[in-house]
């Protein structure tokens, strides 16, 4: 007889992979907030099970949609199991009355937009009757199909995992998931703003743009991304001067190096005060400081 | 001769190759070169290795297979080579050809150092590599002011450059100024993407240089992402650069940290903070307090004209127009812009509780804060900032002004000024905003205001509540100081940054005239004195005026007249002005103007007994101490400066000058801190090179002639030279005009009170030293030559003395030309030495020049050197080259932006062309025919000139081109004879008067 829970899982090429590989997983506070309710059941094992199973990759898939979580995660079967983390959607009403807070001030959505979810917006729910985050576990519908009686399994404990990086990586997913999409409820606040009809059958056009706009974190959450400094990016789109055409002035410069404009002092930590901290993937605040070191230290003395 | 040059290799490294003079250029072959061959004449590797000496240790022999302009099957020298036969004129197609070169390659850690180190002294570099050394000075920059971000390169930790505004259009700039022979081992990598490798690897290595030493973490190991992070992080410091990480934590790290610094270089359309002033007039009494307002718009970061206001943003619903090119959603950009700009200037979270935020309204002191603390930050990380123009405008703040009044004794009458540093001025202050001068009545009432920002006369101003109370006490103050202390207050450095700035100090009559700057244009011009033999023209009248006027007050000057002007004349009238007893004066000037300063002092002022200090026998101690006291101007070298340093410093010389006082601009050199310890009542710097530009000579050329004034170097070069030369201050620029200012006199040629007397052909015979080099070999020539003479008649004689000029004119112009070795030429001619200096001074004024040869393989020489040497093209025309080709030179020559020297020989550019684009004539060596030197002068000195032209004139002094200089112009009939026959004429002297006229005269040589 075999205890198929008690058993490795199964190696998994390609799953989703929490980011952190040590310590906490959450680095914000709304997915602390999110993680809390989980944590506040101490499940023991199953929690350390849930966070390893994350960190090794196990779960297949994530899908956040209005009102339902679903994963795909890869236990000690061949068949994965189905998890779904199900959590009511705010009603239309609720939603109207969020919207018209959010439209009222425009820090709401210019922070959310900046990738941050400011904190006020916990009371903002509360005052419209609408807690963001679940009090207690028990408001969650919470299902997998794996054979383990106890809920949440550790099954449910690694999707919560990566729910909460999600929700760190995009803020606009906790919101999602609880009935608004990110390209509907900019699409809402704007008509607000605008004082115009909500026209509610989302054009595929607008989307597209609307997802493009200003938005820092929507790659985060996977694919190789491109350095973000280096020489090439203010040198892309020169003209190419073969060699072949500069025989006849091959030693020289092909045009006269001009006076050098003058440059803006500052301050050598400017970079890092503008950035803000890293994700607590990578070290957050801890490295932030460690830069802060090398920062101090790239500053030459002026000779005397 | 090596000339060295500098390749960019793939992977990383910089390649040193040389091409080597010695070895002689193929012969010729028609047709196709292959694929790849040998390079005939690059330096093997001992021998480049040898020219790098110390910097070689650190390379690693190599070989390059570079892409080279060939000819007929060799490929072509670099424009710096020198050969001593010229290259014949070729006619066949340049084409592209494969060569193989041995190299020296150098890792980052180690060519950062190296391209930083190449001063003036190395071997000779060709432009890529100058060029290379000055992407390594923008690498050290962006450094050190913290432009750079860490990174990851697949499993490397690197430092990489970020590029915003002006640092992206530099950087554009050295790629589109990169001379491809830096690309000639990677010919299919464009300019642009190797610049940006050479720029990123040059960037790390720089971090690396300045985080020598320094620990980011700890050797802990951790697990996952963590062990990551710490291996990249102990990779961001020290030489070793991979790092270790599991494949997916690797990839974590890479993504995370790019998704991270993604808005460090800000967004193609920004946000953009226009800070707009209270309405003119206060709506309601008092309420100046109130109004200020900083409004939101959105810009184009390439188009910064391109700009939408906030509330036309909120009003519009779909994309704008105005930036539809750059994107479709502006409210939501706006938004995400306005986020991003709360997290650098807090203050603007307030301000987003609204809908529709179009604008952060803010009293006075919220208006103070973004000005000095929210609006540099956000201009800094990028975003768009407008700021009221008075903002950093020095005529907005409160400065206090000195006004002092010279007092005239009782019942006498003022005739002439006596002032000197201890006379007694009355003074008083009184505060000012910019040049207004304000009330007691209106300080008080600004005091009691509490407010950064005031409202003063329909002007903005930034007050400082501290300032204002010093000012206040200032103003209880006033009285009697001595014009020393006038001095010192008003135009001191100050450090006390809590100190009401001095604005300015005024004062009546000739005081005032000096503090203003004008004190030349004011003061009585001097007429010649008694012992000076010529004539000085109104503005050297006014020089000398000025020069006196400075000595009457014990303080020092810098007389940086433009060349031409005459400002040997004003120093040997200044002389002759003196009074004997007054006591020596020295002056320390380059080797090649010695015999320069000697001729010019026994024409003009022949009473002055002068003596020149150098040799191997030269006195010292106090033998000279004795001698210095007999007479009255010492002439010497820099060299001799520094080596007899302390035997000068014991004479109480009466005054010390310095010519071509750009020779000390380097305040640590021996020589410098040797002349700055002479002691002398006075001091005078000359120079004609505009050193108001280069902060850092100036500091020490005026450290020299005012000691302290500048204050120390470090305190100088933090307040003045960086905010100056860095960030364009023109405040600080302003202020040090105004200290400057008095003690500097520059007047130039286009100057209106100077061009009304000035003619328009300025001819000068310049008088250079022969070196020991020179002079042993004109005296070995002069023996050997006159004895053969001696011994032969008829032609063959004629043929003798011919050749014997010839070889002491190359003797005069070069060793390297006699000898014919392709030895290096620098230090070894003074006619060279003395170009070099005359053109310094040409190009630093953005002048063109013009020089003349009689001999082509002179020509190629100088052409080498100069290129080498000023790092431009020097355009040459000899014989050998084509009608087409020549047009194409002249063209590009009289092209404001085309190369600025010109070298020709005398026989194929001394008639016909047009080059009025030059406004400087040298000729190098003579024709002893004043019809054929006046026709090359003539290129220049057209119809299309607009310009005073400068003509020199090379006579190296002693020897047979002074002599013969003499006779042509005490003897008119001899300048016929010579016009007709060129050098023939000498063929018919007696060997007597051959050895007369070629022996070398004493004092021809110059030891250096």
Redesign the interface.
């Known amino acids: 007889m075999s205890f198929p829970d008690y058993d490795r899982p199964r190696r998994v090429e390609g799953g989703l992979?929490a980011?952190?590989?040590?310590?906490p997983i959450g680095r914000s506070w709304w997915s602390r907030r999110f993680l809390d309710v989980l944590e506040s059941f101490a499940l023991g094992t199953r929690l350390t099970r849930g966070r390893s199973y994350a960190?090794a990759?196990q779960v297949l898939s994530l899908d956040i949609a209005p009102g339902t979580v679903t994963a795909v995660v890869q236990g000690s079967r061949a068949t994965p199991y189905r998890v779904a983390v199900g959590l009511p959607p705010f009603p239309e009403p609720v939603w109207a009355r969020i919207e018209q807070f959010l439209?009222?001030?425009?820090?709401y959505?210019?922070?959310?937009?900046?990738?941050?979810l400011p904190s006020e917006l916990e009371q903002v729910f509360a005052q419209a009757g609408a807690p963001l985050f679940p009090a207690q576990i028990s408001e969650l519908d919470l299902r997998c199909n794996c054979p383990d009686f106890a809920v949440p399994c550790k099954h449910l404990a690694a999707t919560f995992y990566l729910l909460a990086e999600a929700f760190d990586a995009d803020p606009f997913q906790i919101l999602h998931w609880r009935g608004r999409d990110r390209e509907r409820l900019?699409m809402r606040l704007?008509a607000?703003?605008?004082g115009?009809e909500v026209d509610d059958t989302p054009s595929g056009h607008r989307e597209d743009?609307?997802a493009?706009?200003?938005?820092?974190?929507a790659?985060?959450m996977?694919?190789?991304?491109?350095?973000?400094?280096?020489?090439?990016?203010?040198?892309?789109d020169?003209p190419?001067?073969p060699?072949?055409e500069?025989?006849?002035?091959?030693?020289?410069?092909?045009?006269?190096?001009?006076a050098?404009?003058?440059?803006?002092?500052?301050?050598?930590?400017?970079?890092l005060?503008?950035?803000?901290p890293?994700?607590a993937?990578?070290?957050g605040p801890g490295?932030l400081e460690?830069?802060r070191?090398?920062?101090e230290?790239?500053?030459?003395e002026?000779?005397? | 001769m090596l000339v060295v040059h500098g390749l960019w290799l793939t992977g990383g490294r910089l390649a040193l190759w040389a091409e080597n003079s010695a070895r002689p250029a193929p012969p010729r072959r028609p047709g196709r070169p292959p694929r790849e061959r040998p390079h005939p004449f690059a330096a093997d590797h001992p021998d480049l290795a040898d020219a790098l000496s110390d910097a070689a240790a650190k390379a690693v022999a190599g070989s390059a297979l570079l892409t080279l302009p060939t000819r007929r099957g060799a490929p072509l020298d670099s424009p710096e080579l020198v050969r001593i036969e010229p290259a014949a004129p070729g006619r066949a197609a340049v084409t592209l050809a494969r060569w193989r070169v041995p190299t020296l390659e150098y890792d980052p850690d180690e060519a950062l150092p190296l391209l930083q180190a190449f001063g003036e002294d190395g071997p000779v570099r060709g432009v890529g590599l100058r060029h290379l050394a000055e992407v390594a000075a923008f690498a050290s920059d962006l450094v050190a002011r913290g432009r750079t971000l860490p990174g990851i390169d697949g499993d490397r930790a690197i430092w990489r450059p970020l590029l915003t505004g002006s640092d992206a259009a530099w950087a554009r700039s050295l790629a589109l100024a990169l001379p491809p022979a830096v690309r000639a081992a990677t010919p299919d990598t464009a300019a642009g993407v190797l610049l940006a490798e050479v720029l990123d690897t040059l960037t790390d290595a720089a971090a690396r240089a300045a985080l020598d030493g320094v620990r980011l973490v700890d050797n802990r190991r951790g697990s996952g992402t963590d062990a990551a992070v710490r291996a990249w992080l102990r990779a961001l410091t020290g030489r070793q650069r991979s790092f270790t990480a599991a494949p997916a934590a690797l990839a974590i790290l890479t993504n995370e940290m790019n998704a991270w610094q993604r808005d460090a270089a800000g967004s193609p359309v920004r946000a953009c903070f226009r800070l707009v002033e209270p309405p003119p007039e206060p709506v309601d009494g008092d309420g100046a307090d109130d109004g200020w307002r900083v409004e939101f718009a959105l810009q184009a970061a390439d188009e910064p004209s391109l700009m939408v206001d906030a509330e036309q943003i909120w009003a519009t619903r779909g994309g704008l127009r105005a930036l539809a090119r750059h994107l479709d959603t502006p409210q939501e950009t706006l938004l995400a812009e306005l986020g991003r700009a709360s997290r650098l200037w807090p203050e603007l979270a307030e301000a987003l509780r609204t809908a529709a935020p179009a604008g952060i309204d803010l009293d006075t002191e919220g208006a103070h804060r973004f000005l000095r603390d929210g609006a540099p930050v956000l201009h800094a990380a990028g975003f768009g900032v407008l700021l009221p123009s008075w903002w950093q405008r020095p005529g907005s703040r409160l400065g206090a002004r000195l006004q002092a009044a010279t007092r005239t004794a009782p019942g006498t009458v003022a005739v002439r000024s006596t002032l000197g540093l201890e006379s007694l001025v009355d003074y008083r202050w009184e505060l000012a905003l910019g040049d207004e001068p304000l009330s007691v009545d209106e300080l008080k009432t600004l005091a009691k205001l509490k407010t950064p920002l005031v409202r003063l006369r329909g002007r903005w101003v930034e007050l400082d509540a501290k300032r204002l109370a010093a000012g206040l006490k200032l103003l209880q103050s006033g009285g009697a100081m001595t014009v020393g202390e006038l001095l010192q207050l008003g135009l001191s450095m100050q450090d006390d940054p809590d100190a009401l700035p001095v604005l300015g100090v005024t004062a009546d009559g000739a005081l005032g005239d000096l503090l203003a700057g004008r004190a030349e244009q004011h003061l009585a011009p001097v007429d010649e004195p008694p012992g000076f033999r010529g004539v000085l023209r109104p503005y050297q009248k006014r020089g000398l005026a000025w020069l006196s006027f400075l000595q009457s007050l014990g303080l020092g000057g810098i007389l940086a007249d433009q060349m031409g002007l005459g400002k040997t004349i004003q120093i040997l009238a200044l002389l002759a002005k003196q009074d004997v007893t007054a006591g020596p004066t020295l002056l320390v000037c380059p080797m090649s103007l010695v015999g320069n300063w000697q001729r010019e002092a026994a024409a003009f002022t022949p009473g002055l007994r002068v003596h020149v200090h150098h040799g191997a026998e030269r006195a010292r101690g106090e033998a000279f101490t004795a001698a210095a006291s007999n007479i009255d101007l010492v002439i010497t070298t820099y060299t001799i400066a520094a080596r007899d340093a302390a035997t000068l410093a014991d004479v109480p010389w009466h005054r010390v000058v310095i010519d071509e006082a750009q020779a000390i601009k380097n305040a640590a050199t021996r020589q410098a801190t040797a002349v700055r310890s002479l002691p002398a009542r006075h001091r005078i710097a000359v120079t004609g090179t505009p050193v108001e530009n280069r902060l850092a000579d100036l500091w020490s050329i005026m450290e020299f002639a005012n000691p302290g004034l500048l204050g120390g170097a470090a305190t100088f070069r933090k307040r003045y030279a960086e905010p100056i030369e860095r960030h364009g201050d023109d405040d600080a620029a302003q202020r040090l005009r105004r200290i400057t200012g008095p003690f500097v006199l520059r007047r130039l040629k286009t100057d209106k009170s100077i061009i009304s007397d000035l003619p328009e052909k300025l001819e000068a015979e310049i008088f250079c030293t022969l070196t020991a080099e020179q002079a042993s070999l004109y005296q070995a020539v002069v023996d050997d030559m006159l004895a053969r003479i001696e011994s032969s008649d008829g032609i063959e004689r004629r043929g003798l003395v011919l050749a014997a000029m010839t070889k002491l004119k190359q003797a005069c112009n070069h060793p390297a030309q006699l000898l014919r070795d392709g030895s290096a030429l620098p230090g070894r001619s003074g006619k060279l030495a003395r170009l070099e200096e005359i053109l310094d001074e040409v190009l630093a004024a953005g002048e063109k020049a013009l020089i003349f040869t009689q001999y082509a393989e002179f020509g190629g020489m100088l052409r080498a050197h100069l290129s080498a040497r000023t790092g431009r093209e020097v355009l040459y025309l000899h014989g050998g080259v084509g009608r087409t080709d020549r047009d194409a030179m002249v063209t590009r020559f009289q092209h404001d932006d085309g190369p600025p020297l010109f070298i020709l020989s005398l026989k194929a550019g001394g008639t016909g062309l047009n080059l009025t684009a030059a406004n400087h004539v040298v000729h190098v060596d003579r024709w002893w025919n004043p019809a054929v030197e006046d026709q090359a002068t003539d290129r220049a000195f057209r119809i299309g000139q607009r310009r005073a032209v400068q003509v020199h004139k090379f006579v190296c002094a002693g020897t047979v081109e002074e002599k013969i200089s003499e006779m042509i112009r005490e003897k008119q009939g001899l300048a016929a004879k010579i016009i007709g026959s060129g050098e023939q004429w000498l063929t018919e002297l007696s060997t007597a008067e051959l050895r007369q006229l070629f022996t070398l005269e004493s004092g021809a040589v110059m030891e250096q």
Do not use: C, H, K, M
């Open positions: 992979r980011r952190s590989t040590r310590g960190r990759g439209a009222d001030q425009a820090l959505s210019a922070r959310l937009l900046a990738g941050d900019l704007r607000l703003r605008t115009e743009s609307a493009s706009a200003g938005d820092a974190t790659d985060r996977g694919g190789a991304t491109a350095a973000a400094s280096g020489a090439a990016l203010a040198l892309a020169l190419a001067a060699l072949a500069a025989v006849d002035r091959f030693w020289l410069p092909p045009v006269p190096l001009p050098r404009t003058p440059t803006l002092a500052t301050a050598p930590d400017l970079l005060r503008q950035l803000g890293p994700p993937s990578i070290g490295l460690r830069l070191r090398a920062y230290n790239l500053r030459a002026p000779l005397p």
